[in-house]
């Protein structure tokens, strides 16, 4: 463990730490971010009416839309002399969502980060391949920081030029890399294509995160680049990768929340009401120490589940793999549909690479949902002539079809595909989704 004290702390020590930092946080947003002054005032609260984390319910959510509408740095608690690091995140549309650090931060976000590469199996006399993209986006170099922290030997290589990666790969031998699942599918896939064999590098393990992603994803990843791969999860509001990590001996069972710095809540989509441990709904974090941007009850949108772990490593609590964001979700002849749930049903079924996409469509007033996967190259040099008339491809593509209605109870077409015939990751985050309904 990178920080064992703190991360085995006794739960009712660390509630302890937890109240102490909110109610200075409380005071802190208070006097120094107008916006928080406002929205307090106007809910008629009073700083004094927040004791712990158990009042955390009485305070407002904080919306993207309100960083939006504060662009670029009134959300700041500190004067921009403290500010040493701004990053970005691009949204689909219109304004960027601007987050900045002061050094105090930046000690927060390197700690995170190397508590989260030794959980995820790294050591300091490792080599990292940090394969995520350098620049606005906080992987880059939130990733290489930390690793640098940890003493790690960091090649900042970031995202793309896929045909340099293989060769530093081969030639400098890291043992970890880190990038988004769907770049990992990538770079294992080309090795294969190459001839490029488990001998030839010498990884052990994958810290991949920044977009959703299922066992399908981590069996074939692990499977094609040798490794033990986990799941980091993080975003720029609340800091970047390293607001929580699984560690590598409790594959599937959750990601540690660093809930020192990051306080985490679930709450139901729909009335924002805070719902037990164990159900799902939307993540809410408070950032418990930041001071340049310190966010109170921010509304991720990712949809998740936490619960703490009796009999794991450490104490902090868990947080499961999300299942989407919300904005993301399809809602097709009135059933709810996240693409991880297509994904995941993709495990453990032969033939099939988790190589796929959702077509949605608009027929009237209709919404169509349509699944083209590819089959894998195995199968695909085993079949003579075309794929749509041979007898194995119509069973596999009816017995995919019935797992989705009996699991999802959605009746979707589904067609599976030659291989390299859907856009793969080319360094980033990948969308298995295309919407084409504003399209008519
Ligand atoms: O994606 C930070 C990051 C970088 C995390 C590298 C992990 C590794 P943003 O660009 O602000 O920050 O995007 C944040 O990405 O709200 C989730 O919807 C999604 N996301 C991030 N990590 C995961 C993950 C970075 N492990 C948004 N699983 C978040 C699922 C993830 N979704």
Same mark, same amino acid.
Not at 32 to 46: M, S
Not at 69 to 86: G, K, L, Q, S
Not at 334 to 361: K, S, W
């Given at each position: 463990?990178?920080?064992?004290?703190?991360?085995?702390?006794?739960?009712?020590?660390?509630?302890?730490?937890?109240?102490?930092?909110?109610?200075?946080?409380?005071?802190?947003?208070?006097?120094?971010?107008?916006?928080?002054?406002?929205?307090?005032?106007?809910?008629?609260?009073?700083?004094?009416?927040?004791?712990?984390?158990?009042?955390?319910?009485?305070?407002?959510?904080?919306?993207?839309?309100?960083?939006?509408?504060?662009?670029?740095?009134?959300?700041?608690?500190?004067?921009?002399?403290?500010?040493?690091?701004?990053?970005?995140?691009?949204?689909?549309?219109?304004?960027?969502?601007?987050?900045?650090?002061?050094?105090?931060?930046?000690?927060?976000?390197?700690?995170?980060?190397?508590?989260?590469?030794?959980?995820?199996?790294?050591?300091?006399?490792?080599?990292?391949?940090?394969?995520?993209?350098?620049?606005?986006?906080?992987?880059?170099?939130?990733?290489?920081?930390?690793?640098?922290?940890?003493?790690?030997?960091?090649?900042?290589?970031?995202?793309?030029?896929?045909?340099?990666?293989?060769?530093?790969?081969?030639?400098?031998?890291?043992?970890?890399?880190?990038?988004?699942?769907?770049?990992?599918?990538?770079?294992?896939?080309?090795?294969?294509?190459?001839?490029?064999?488990?001998?030839?590098?010498?990884?052990?393990?994958?810290?991949?995160?920044?977009?959703?992603?299922?066992?399908?994803?981590? =069996? $074939? *990843? /692990?499977? #094609? +680049?040798?490794?033990?791969?986990?799941?980091?999860?993080?975003?720029?509001? !609340?800091?970047?990768?390293?607001?929580?990590?699984?560690?590598?001996?409790?594959?599937?069972?959750?990601?540690?929340?660093?809930?020192?710095?990051?306080?985490?809540?679930?709450?139901?989509?729909?009335?924002?009401?805070?719902?037990?441990?164990?159900?799902?709904?939307?993540?809410?974090?408070?950032?418990?120490?930041?001071?340049?941007?310190?966010?109170?009850?921010?509304?991720?949108?990712?949809?998740?589940?936490?619960?703490?772990?009796?009999?794991?490593?450490?104490?902090?609590?868990?947080?499961?793999?999300?299942?989407?964001?919300?904005?993301?979700?399809?809602?097709?002849?009135?059933?709810?549909?996240?693409? =991880? $749930? *297509? /994904?995941? #049903? +993709?495990?453990?079924?032969?033939?099939?690479?988790?190589?796929?996409?959702? !077509?949605?469509?608009?027929?009237?007033?209709?919404?169509?949902?349509?699944?083209?996967?590819?089959?894998?190259?195995?199968?695909?040099?085993?079949?003579?002539?075309?794929?749509?008339?041979?007898?194995?491809?119509?069973?596999?593509?009816?017995?995919?079809?019935?797992?989705?209605?009996?699991?999802?109870?959605?009746?979707?077409?589904?067609?599976?595909?030659?291989?390299?015939?859907?856009?793969?990751?080319?360094?980033?985050?990948?969308?298995?989704?295309?919407?084409?309904?504003?399209?008519?």
């Amino acid at each position: 463990m990178y920080n064992k004290e703190i991360e085995t702390l006794p739960l009712d020590k660390l509630r302890k730490l937890q109240n102490e930092r909110l109610t200075n946080l409380v005071e802190r947003v208070y006097t120094k971010v107008p916006f928080y002054k406002k929205q307090f005032d106007e809910a008629g609260l009073k700083t004094s009416d927040i004791k712990g984390v158990l009042d955390l319910h009485k305070i407002p959510f904080t919306k993207k839309t309100d960083l939006r509408d504060n662009y670029p740095f009134d959300m700041f608690a500190v004067p921009m002399d403290d500010v040493v690091r701004i990053h970005a995140s691009s949204g689909t549309t219109g304004r960027p969502t601007v987050v900045g650090y002061n050094s105090h931060d930046l000690g927060v976000f390197d700690e995170v980060v190397a508590r989260s590469l030794v959980a995820g199996g790294a050591t300091s006399k490792m080599k990292m391949h940090n394969a995520y993209g350098y620049g606005l986006f906080t992987g880059g170099l939130g990733i290489h920081s930390g690793a640098t922290k940890l003493g790690m030997a960091v090649v900042p290589i970031s995202g793309g030029m896929t045909e340099r990666q293989l060769m530093l790969l081969q030639d400098f031998q890291p043992e970890v890399i880190c990038c988004t699942p769907s770049y990992a599918q990538t770079l294992g896939e080309e090795m294969q294509k190459r001839g490029i064999t488990h001998d030839d590098i010498n990884l052990k393990y994958a810290i991949l995160g920044a977009e959703p992603w299922t066992e399908a994803i981590r =069996t $074939q *990843v /692990e499977g #094609l +680049l040798n490794v033990t791969a986990t799941n980091i999860y993080g975003l720029s509001e !609340i800091i970047g990768p390293g607001v929580s990590q699984e560690d590598y001996e409790e594959k599937g069972t959750g990601s540690y929340i660093w809930e020192d710095h990051f306080y985490p809540e679930i709450v139901d989509r729909d009335t924002g009401e805070p719902l037990p441990y164990g159900k799902e709904g939307v993540l809410v974090f408070t950032t418990l120490t930041k001071e340049a941007l310190p966010i109170m009850r921010y509304w991720t949108n990712d949809i998740c589940s936490i619960d703490y772990d009796s009999g794991a490593k450490r104490t902090h609590i868990k947080m499961s793999s999300i299942k989407g964001r919300s904005d993301d979700m399809l809602i097709i002849r009135g059933v709810n549909l996240f693409h =991880t $749930q *297509v /994904e995941a #049903l +993709l495990e453990g079924m032969e033939h099939l690479a988790p190589c796929y996409q959702l !077509i949605v469509t608009r027929e009237g007033t209709m919404d169509r949902v349509k699944l083209n996967i590819e089959i894998t190259k195995e199968l695909q040099d085993n079949i003579d002539g075309d794929l749509a008339n041979n007898d194995t491809i119509k069973n596999l593509t009816g017995k995919l079809s019935k797992k989705i209605k009996d699991n999802i109870g959605l009746s979707m077409k589904v067609e599976l595909m030659a291989c390299d015939t859907i856009p793969r990751s080319a360094g980033g985050k990948l969308s298995r989704i295309v919407d084409c309904r504003e399209l008519g």
